[in-house]
T-cell receptor, first 114, second 118 residues
Framework: GAGVSQSPSNKVTEKGKDVELRCDPI?????LYWYRQSLGQGLEFLIY????????KSGLPSDRFSAERTGGSVSTLTIQRTQQEDSAVYLC????????????FGQGTRLTVV | AQTVTQSQPEMSVQEAETVTLSCTYD???????LFWYKQPPSRQMILVIR??????QNATENRFSVNFQKAAKSFSLKISDSQLGDAAMYFC???????????????FGRGTQLTVWP
């Protein structure tokens, strides 16, 4: 695709429900990142996928958060038993290769837990 | 861990004037990249300018330039001839150029909200 695509754009969910956020990276990009942006905060790293290597999950805040990347392309971030503090914008980015190339960001998913 | 600090939560500038946004960072690495990203209300992060730490020359992209002081670990962004379309949140970011699990990860400051007055 032309850019990184994220869906849904906005999601409102009830506390305790599970949600899935989708990221479609730029075709051919091997690296994919998820970040979380809480109100008034910078971007917080969540997880990183690179090719077929094991993902770097060191930024996931709790075991309620998980992510997968199927076929080296589309990625899904899943939040189980959502809490109000999970409310944030979740941004996905991809890059052609992790070290020397620019990261392109999607427009994010705004998650509101009520 | 690397930290990035933006000490100005908000800044404002008159159209056509010049404004400088500040950023400092902390790292023990000698080779790394620094970035300024712009985030308009659409939420999409847009790369404004990048600087490789091994380059002494300050990066410039049209009206945007940086003042990179490696010893002081300072990386400020200067916007010249400010335009209404420059209004946005600006984030300073750091990326390691080394190997390992942090490869490619960006560390962000908390951002500076820039308002441009007509």
């Amino acid at each position: 695709g032309a850019g990184v695509s994220q869906s849904p754009s906005n999601k409102v969910t009830e506390k305790g429900k599970d949600v899935e956020l989708r990221c479609d990276p730029i075709s051919g990009h091997t690296a994919l990142y998820w970040y979380r942006q809480s109100l008034g905060q910078g971007l917080e790293f969540l997880i990183y996928f690179q090719g077929n290597s094991a993902p770097d999950k060191s930024g996931l805040p709790s075991d309620r958060f998980s992510a997968e990347r199927t076929g080296g392309s589309v990625s899904t971030l899943t939040i189980q038993r959502t809490q109000q503090e999970d409310s944030a914008v979740y941004l996905c980015a991809s890059s052609l290769k992790p070290r020397d190339s620019e990261a392109f960001f999607g427009q994010g998913t705004r998650l509101t837990v009520v | 861990a690397q930290t990035v600090t933006q000490s100005q939560p908000e800044m404002s500038v008159q159209e056509a004037e010049t404004v400088t946004l500040s950023c400092t960072y902390d790292t023990s690495e000698s080779d790394y990249y620094l970035f300024w990203y712009k985030q308009p209300p659409s939420r999409q992060m847009i790369l404004v300018i990048r600087q490789e730490a091994y380059k002494q020359q300050n990066a410039t992209e049209n009206r945007f330039s940086v003042n990179f002081q490696k010893a002081a670990k300072s990386f400020s962004l200067k916007i010249s001839d400010s335009q209404l379309g420059d209004a946005a949140m600006y984030f300073c970011a750091y990326r390691s150029s080394g190997r390992g699990s942090t490869l490619g990860r960006l560390y962000f400051g908390r951002g500076t909200q820039l308002t441009v007055w007509p």
